[in-house]
């Protein structure tokens, strides 16, 4: 079974330049989470979504970030613009009905904001 | 807020030592507690999880003892080897919370041949 597919997995970008990250969730995983983790810590949820319905944003800074799910497989995270305080992992996780709670992560997308 | 208090923030055993990971949470309505392994350059893999019903669960070399009372949960890891060298994280979540993982801030873990 093919895991969380992120890319890229590296990203270097001046800041208020726009960036996207991409994932590609584990066949038939409804749920899907963006998740960013800065050195040293856990990850922090971003958003979740339930099939294509984002059902928790409010940790997503709106002002800057965005994100969608067409039709509920693929999803994108956009920063635009990004500032130097982006720079962080940013981890996509799915999960499934039959594996309720456990949560897949992908590799991440490191970015780095010069 | 940071609900999840996760310590110590680096720890170096021996070959067969038995590493211990704690972890201290704030909110009461948190009914699942699992631990997340993860290496440089990739992402958290599930390692073990336990609900509040049960005081131990183990599986393999790794164990979880949780406290309700006290608001803990701990990870050991038995006969540790040179390949668990990483990062462990415990999480916690709970319907009213949005059924949001909540990541404590990790503990680095080496262990010498």
């Known amino acids: 079974e093919a895991g969380v597919v992120q890319s890229p997995r590296y990203k270097i970008i001046e800041k208020k330049q726009p960036v996207a990250f991409w994932c590609n969730p584990i066949s038939g995983h409804n749920t899907l989470y963006w998740y960013r983790q800065n050195l040293g810590q856990g990850p922090e949820l971003l958003i979740r979504?339930?099939?294509?319905?984002?059902?928790?944003d409010s940790q997503l800074p709106k002002d800057r970030f965005s994100a969608e799910r067409l039709k509920g497989v693929d999803s994108t995270l956009k920063i635009q613009p990004a500032e130097l305080g982006d720079s962080a992992v940013y981890l996509c996780?799915?999960?499934?009905?039959?594996?309720?709670?456990?949560?897949?992560f992908g590799p991440g997308t490191r970015l780095t904001v010069l | 807020q940071q609900q999840v208090k996760q310590s110590p923030q680096s720890l170096i055993v021996q070959k067969g030592g038995i590493p211990i990971i704690n972890c201290a949470y704030e909110?009461?309505?948190?009914?699942?507690f699992p631990w997340y392994q993860q290496f440089p350059g990739k992402g958290p893999a599930l390692l073990i999880a336990i609900r509040p019903d049960v005081s131990e669960k183990k599986e393999g070399r790794f164990t979880i003892s949780f406290n309700k009372s006290a608001k803990q949960f701990s990870l050991h890891i038995m006969d540790s080897q040179p390949g668990d060298s990483a990062t462990y994280f415990c999480a916690a979540e709970g319907e009213t919370s949005g059924s949001r993982l909540t990541f404590g801030e990790g503990t680095q873990l080496t262990v010498n041949p």
């Open positions: 996780a799915t999960s499934g009905l039959l594996e309720y709670n456990e949560q897949f």
């Open positions: 909110n009461t309505a948190f009914d699942y």
């Open positions: 979504y339930e099939n294509e319905e984002a059902v928790d």
